[in-house]
């Protein structure tokens, strides 16, 4: 079956709604309430600082989706106009598009967690020791290179509209479970939906939380493969090795400056390698492991 060709012409011309723009006001509304109810309560939900960096980093993200829209949308359309197929614009297919760009979103949130390199597009997310809406906000500058990881969607035939208007939602859906004022949730919504209290594990530094929970929208894919952790002990926030700064530019960049440094002082190109793709939780023990090699060979060039 042979399609017609989107343009961007076309797409243009559908006027399509900023649907984060529109509740930005909102989020930034309950994340004031949030913060007030936490301070009348004498809870230690917020800091002030760190509340006006993850808003700074949630703004100037904002502006940079709205630069790079054009590229962003520009690789999903073309790959959308390379397959001959399209799955028709219907009330169904934002429900197919959902779970199948979830799908995706767990993969590319797990690689974002297993590999340093895409670390460094995530972390920003992660270095906070507080846990409140306006965690949510704190989203790398970085993270746009992503979209890669969204290709499937554009090449299951889903219409580029369809795929805009549910990444929205999808990137909306986050905002409400990066809270602590909300507990576990009736079984059926905890076993199908990522909730707050699944979200509040993913970002725990305990142990047994981490590497956990990669779910956006729902739960299942973590049951399905693996990587499913329910909550039980309180948890705690924050990096496993944290970053003392309130600065947006050093939230953003400390990961790609220690790769920086790292890789400059590899000695190989395995170990430059292993510098920037080892999977973050290995990388003390990798550098050990090179370390110990350097020295056994040194001991046998001078044996």
């Known amino acids: ?164 208007i549910v990444h929205q939602l999808a990137v909306l859906y986050q905002f409400w479970i990066h809270t602590e004022y909300i507990n576990k949730l009736p079984r059926p919504i905890e076993y199908f939906f990522t909730t707050p209290s699944h979200h509040r594990v993913h970002h725990a530094t305990n142990e047994k939380y981490l590497d956990k929970n990669y779910g956006s929208t729902f739960i299942i894919w973590d049951r399905m493969f693996g990587t499913f952790q329910p909550e039980e002990e309180r948890p705690n926030y924050g990096l496993t090795k944290q970053v003392k700064s309130y600065n947006p530019i050093t939230l953003n960049f400390h990961e790609w400056s220690d790769i920086v440094r790292d890789v400059r002082n590899s000695r190989s190109l395995k170990e430059a390698y292993a510098m920037v793709f080892t999977r973050p939780s290995e990388l003390e023990a990798k550098k050990k492991e090179f370390e110990a090699s350097y020295e056994k060979a040194k001991v046998k060039v001078n044996g």
């Open 1 to 164: 079956m042979n399609k017609e060709k989107l343009t961007f012409e076309q797409i243009a011309n559908m006027d399509l709604p900023n649907i984060i723009l529109y509740a930005a006001p909102i989020m930034i509304g309950l994340v004031g309430l949030e913060w007030y109810l936490s301070y009348r309560q004498k809870k230690d939900f917020y800091d002030s600082k760190d509340t006006i960096a993850a808003t700074v980093i949630g703004l100037i993200n904002v502006g940079m989706s709205a630069g790079i829209k054009v590229i962003t949308f520009g690789i999903i359309l073309f790959f959308y106009n390379l397959v001959p197929w399209t799955i028709p614009m219907t009330w169904w297919s934002f429900v197919l598009c959902l779970f199948w760009l979830d799908f995706w979103r767990y993969w590319a949130h797990r690689v974002a967690h297993e590999n340093r390199f895409w670390w460094a597009t995530h972390v920003t997310h992660h270095n906070s020791e507080k846990y409140n809406w306006s965690v949510s906000f704190r989203l790398s500058w970085t993270q746009h290179i992503k979209i890669i990881f969204f290709i499937p969607v554009a090449l299951a035939g889903f219409h580029p509209v369809v795929f805009f």
